[in-house]
């Protein structure tokens, strides 16, 4: 199976700062379609996940443009630009190139 | 505005059966794939299972293969996740997600299934 290893586990950020997380796979993303099958969720305290990243840097309906999804093959990064309150939580990347799809174990974007 | 409402979770001893229901609303609910995804008390989260927009193929990981079976009924904008021979690390909140080929666009509310004698 392939393994998404996320850094950093916890993520302490002042509002208004810039956060990154980084997401590396065990295993190329590119699918033999051309496409990577490689998206953020994020899960606020209490909620479901949502989606804000699908295939490596396009944002969801709705998504804020300070989310800034990057990478190609086997690495991979989300930027938050200007952290606000409504951004804490814990960001999971996830693979559809491979089957079984698989999450990361997650990262705590949390305040200092 | 889509809504996923997922139902039928509980309290069940090992080696039981559940049967999960999710209905859908605000979308063409036969138009597209759907999938299970659940994530364990203070855990993370793991595809269960995911089916085409016909009902025509399932597709399930290694974990619960044989165990599980994800079905839907498109007159009932319904979908199910039948789960059998429960172990206690079946324990999860099960999640209905719209499923678009590649990503799980939506997410219902969850629903917890707790396996314990």
């Known amino acids: 199976d392939v393994v998404l290893t996320q850094t950093p586990v916890a993520q302490p950020v002042t509002l208004g700062d810039q956060a990154s997380i980084s997401c590396r796979s065990s295993q190329s993303l590119v699918h033999s379609n051309g496409n990577t099958y490689l998206e953020w969720y994020l899960q606020k305290p209490g909620q479901s996940p949502q989606l804000l990243i699908y295939?490596?840097?396009n944002r969801f309906s709705g998504v804020p443009d300070r989310f800034i999804g990057s990478g190609s093959g086997s690495d991979f990064t989300l930027k938050i630009s200007r952290v606000e309150p409504e951004d804490l939580g814990v960001y999971y990347c996830?693979?559809?190139?491979?089957?079984?799809?698989?999450f990361g174990a997650g990262t705590k974007l949390e305040l200092k | 505005e889509v809504q996923l409402v997922e139902t039928g979770g509980g309290l069940v001893q090992p080696g039981r059966s559940l049967k999960l229901s999710c209905v859908a609303s605000g979308f063409t609910f036969n138009n597209y794939w759907m999938s299970w995804t659940r994530q364990a008390p203070g855990k993370g989260l793991e595809w269960v299972a995911s089916i085409t927009n016909s009902g025509g193929s399932t597709y399930y990981p290694d974990s619960v293969k044989g165990r599980f079976t994800i079905s839907r009924d498109n007159a009932q904008n319904t979908l199910y996740l039948q789960m059998n021979s429960l172990r206690s690390e079946d324990t999860a909140t099960y999640y209905c997600?719209?499923?678009?080929?590649?990503?799980?666009?939506?997410w219902g509310q969850g629903t917890l299934v707790t396996v314990s004698s």
């Open positions: 996830f693979q559809a190139t491979h089957d079984p799809y698989t």
């Open positions: 997600t719209r499923w678009s080929k590649g990503w799980f666009a939506y």
């Open positions: 295939k490596v840097s």
